[in-house]
């Protein structure tokens, strides 16, 4: 159990436009969903925490108008990433908990998305 | 505030000579604490998790790691590589309390040589 799926696995877009990326919880409902960057060789840095039905709370540094994240559903959380440019190339990877024991629940994380900015 | 450092960026050990990762944090509160591993182009798998229990804790595949709180430590170890077990692992420590945030430590890319 715990599953966690993204759509798509990879994507190619041209500068300007752009894409949106799902995440979802495959077999539990998931109450937190996290969205992660990570640069190539690097680490996973976290850029927003989803709840369902509320506002996104985006970490420091993240443009909010940039990354735009819905979580309408508690299998289902979406990042679109607007007027996409090259150097939002990056791996995004989401996660997701089952929110039982806040603090201490455990993240389940998805495949992750290659996204290529022409 | 919390912290984690993964003190080498690479290791490269022989198929069948032991795994050591090493790994020391930091926090202002008793911390959960994790490793999990990321094979090329793939998600984190969770190999192992901390959570005040006890301080040797078991994983996955044969892997192992022990809380030390006196050395701020959360070593992961392996008696024995395999070659699959090539991959980047990474330390986590529980970030703002009472929420589930995580802070991931930079990253030890393992290489297994035959």
């Known amino acids: 159990g715990a599953v966690v799926s993204q759509h798509p696995s990879r994507v190619i877009c041209k500068s300007g436009t752009s894409v949106k990326i799902e995440c979802r919880s495959l077999?539990?409902?998931?109450?937190?969903m996290f969205w992660y960057r990570q640069f190539p060789k690097q680490s996973l840095m976290l850029m927003a925490t989803?709840?369902?039905?509320?506002?996104?709370?985006?970490e420091q540094g993240v443009e909010k108008d940039k990354f735009l994240i819905n979580h309408a559903s508690l299998t289902l959380s979406t990042l679109t990433v607007t007027s996409a440019h090259p150097e939002d190339s990056s791996f995004y990877i989401c996660?997701?908990?089952?929110?039982?024991?806040?603090?201490?629940?455990?993240?389940?994380f998805g495949p992750g998305t290659r996204l290529t900015v022409l | 505030a919390q912290s984690v450092t993964q003190l080498d960026s690479h290791v490269s050990v022989s198929e069948g000579t032991p795994v050591l990762l090493r790994c020391n944090y930091s926090s202002s509160y008793s911390p959960s604490l994790f490793w999990y591993v990321q094979h090329p182009n793939k998600g984190l798998q969770l190999l192992l998790k901390y959570t005040s229990a006890a301080t040797l804790v078991k994983g996955i595949n044969g892997f192992e790691a022990e809380f030390k709180k006196s050395e701020t430590s959360f070593h992961l170890t392996k008696p024995s590589a395999h070659m699959s077990d090539a991959a980047e692992y990474f330390c986590?420590?529980?970030?703002?309390?009472?929420?589930?945030?995580?802070?991931f430590g930079t990253g030890t890319r393992l290489q297994v040589f035959p």
């Open positions: 989803s709840n369902e039905g509320s506002k996104a709370t985006y």
């Open positions: 996660s997701a908990t089952r929110g039982r024991d806040r603090g201490r629940s455990l993240q389940f």
């Open positions: 986590v420590v529980s970030g703002v309390r009472n929420t589930d945030k995580l802070i």
């Open positions: 077999d539990f409902q998931a109450t937190t």
